[in-house]
């Protein structure tokens, strides 16, 4: 191959000083290399970026390299594979049928390389992942139809079944739920969605007779790590009490301080505003041993009716 050097790796043996300096003058640092100079002393390169800073421009370069496997495609660059969407300058919202998640989900993809999926059935938001989004050839080639699964190793699974409950004490058990009865749980009901101005998506849901809204967001992790968090917004024209959320599920739930959990030592739950009566407490139904974090909603007067918001930001 030609002499130069594999940056892929870099972040692994490199240090962010060497890889400045060698990105700024290849030559000097391996002579003989091909590479040649792209950043020109006092002449800005891709002004449109970063100002057309050059240690700005090189730090971004080193926080896509820092996410490995995770980092996906880069922007503007073609996919080898044509059936890949790429989320450019805006999410992409893609219903289609998905492995182990069913034929009722909604993808939504983020430029900020971690993603979602809402599932309208189960009326819950169903899984993230960082990296590539998702392929369409399962949908749109042939006869359609095909389950597409999710081109990543670390899928987060979030809680199935109801998202929210109504529960007598913090001890009742939280409502069971069957997907094979391809029903969503009771007392709730799919409404749709809708869009801000930068085209990211809210989705709308009715639990009894509590509206609620769901607006999922991206953040980008320089070491690839998912990062996304969810926005919950809930209201009711008449007063309501003892309305839980199940925030979280896992074999071992540890509480870091006060709103923020370690769940199976890898992934970090922050919730906003912090509850001092969140439990962390043994799932009461399903067959294997696990835990499971609910959180008592807190309501404030919003005409005649009350208001409810939560944030919960994910790290894994």
């Keep these: 191959g030609l002499p130069s050097v594999n940056l892929s790796q870099a972040p692994d043996r490199l240090t962010p000083g060497y890889f400045h300096a060698y990105l700024a003058e290849p030559n000097r640092w391996r002579p003989g290399t091909r590479m040649p100079p792209f950043w020109a ?87 993230a992942w960082p990296g590539d989004f998702i392929k ?20 987060l699974q979030l809680p199935p079944g109801p998202a929210f409950a109504s529960l007598d004490s913090q001890s009742t ?24 101005k930068a085209r990211n998506p809210t989705f709308l849901y009715r639990f009894n007779n509590i509206e609620i809204e769901e607006t999922p967001t991206a953040m980008f992790s320089a070491e690839g790590k ?54 962390i407490r043994a799932t009461l139904n399903g067959k294997d041993p696990a835990k499971e974090i609910v959180v008592p909603l807190k309501w404030t007067p919003k005409g005649t009716g009350v208001e409810s918001e939560l944030e919960i930001e994910l790290v894994w």
């Design 226 to 279: 998912g990062h996304v968090i969810r926005k919950l917004k809930l209201t009711s024209a008449t007063p309501v009490k003892d309305i839980w959320f199940r925030a979280a599920i896992g074999k071992d739930i540890t509480t870091a301080k006060d709103g923020e959990f370690e769940i199976d030592k890898k992934i970090k739950c922050t919730l906003r505003p912090s509850n001092p009566d969140s439990t």
């Design 136 to 155: 369409s050839d399962s949908a749109w080639n042939g006869r359609g139809g095909n389950y597409a699964g999710l081109p990543s190793q670390n899928v």
């Design 41 to 127: 002393p006092g002449v800005k390169v891709l002004p449109e970026i970063q100002g057309g800073d050059p240690d700005k421009q090189m730090d971004a370069i080193w926080a896509y390299l820092s996410q490995g496997a995770n980092a996906g495609m880069p922007a503007g660059m073609e996919p080898s594979d044509k059936s890949m969407l790429v989320p450019v300058d805006e999410p992409i919202v893609f219903r289609t049928f998905v492995d182990k998640l069913g034929a009722h989900a909604i993808a939504v993809g983020f430029r900020q390389k971690t993603h979602v999926i809402f599932d309208s059935m189960q009326v819950r938001m169903a899984a």
């Design 173 to 196: 058990p939280w409502p069971a739920y069957d997907p094979s009865n391809k029903t969503s749980p009771e007392g709730f009901r799919f409404t749709g969605y809708r869009f801000d």
